[in-house]
């Protein structure tokens, strides 16, 4: 569709949205996938609740969020996965900002996040990359003409014990890749992302950790590594270094 003369204002409307710092840092924080609170919110974003509020309801009017209300409480979220895959696409292609850990605590918990972690309900970070590499590497997944599930993908998800027919039959897209901001690379996200996710934790593979944070616990470092076909060593987070000077 070529684009008319008001898709430009709405477009630029859309984009300041997100043009002011405490905004986006509202936005990445619901990354994770839960509902907020508003008082969570002004934390995250380190801004006064008053001015919080002002943020939040232009977010809620212009889509990117919704709300919910259960007695006194406001609770924030992400509108749909589709405005998550948005704010990590975003993420992906921002330029990157080194910014030395204060502490070892502060290095791990770098360290984990781009490791292994959720995007809104999907798999992120170095795992996430590794896993949608590695379905295509094995000719579970196949790019020809789009990315698509093949009969041995559909075969793989059986073993798993991941339905793919009701998956189909959401309105959500089956398969997507989503631009990982930490590894400049896509990861698996659609519908059978979200459901690979939650099964890997079903499962006790992963585990939840601080925040978006996600682990591979101990079990679930050689059962992954057999159903993925990679030796258990690539599975394994990288080392963190001490920050220098900081306390753990």
């Known amino acids: 569709m070529h684009p008319t003369v008001t898709d430009a204002p709405a477009l630029a409307q859309l984009a300041a949205l997100l043009a002011d710092t405490s905004r986006a840092r509202i936005c990445l924080a619901l990354l994770d996938g839960r509902a907020w609170t508003a008082g969570e919110l002004a934390r995250a974003a380190g ?7 002002d943020h939040l309801s232009r977010l809620v009017e212009g889509g990117l969020l919704a709300e919910e209300r259960q007695g006194r409480h406001r609770y924030l979220r992400l509108a749909d996965p589709d405005v998550a895959q948005l ?7 921002a330029a990157p900002v080194a910014q030395p850990a204060r502490s070892l605590r502060a290095a791990r918990a770098t360290t984990a996040l781009a490791y292994a972690r959720t995007c809104y309900d999907h798999l ?6 590794l896993l949608h590499d590695t379905l295509l590497d094995r000719a579970l997944l196949d790019r020809a003409g789009g990315l698509t599930l093949t009969p041995a993908g559909l075969d ?3 073993d798993l014990g991941l339905p793919v ?4 039959a959401s309105r959500r897209p089956l398969l997507r890749d989503c631009l990982d901001w930490t590894e400049r690379r896509p990861h698996l996200s659609g519908a059978l992302g979200a459901a690979l996710c939650a099964r890997l934790l079903d ?5 939840r950790g601080t925040g ?23 599975l394994a987070p990288p080392a963190t270094t001490d920050a220098g000077g900081g306390r753990a």
């Open 47 to 53: 801004v006064a609740p008053s001015t919080t509020s």
């Open 87 to 93: 704010i990590e696409d975003l993420a992906g292609r």
């Open 124 to 129: 992120a970070g170095r795992l996430g990359v």
């Open 156 to 158: 793989w998800c059986a």
């Open 165 to 168: 027919a009701p998956l189909r």
């Open 203 to 207: 499962l006790g593979w992963l585990a």
């Open 212 to 234: 978006r944070a996600v682990r591979l616990t101990p079990a679930g470092v050689p059962a992954l590594a057999a159903a993925l076909g990679l030796p258990p060593a690539d």
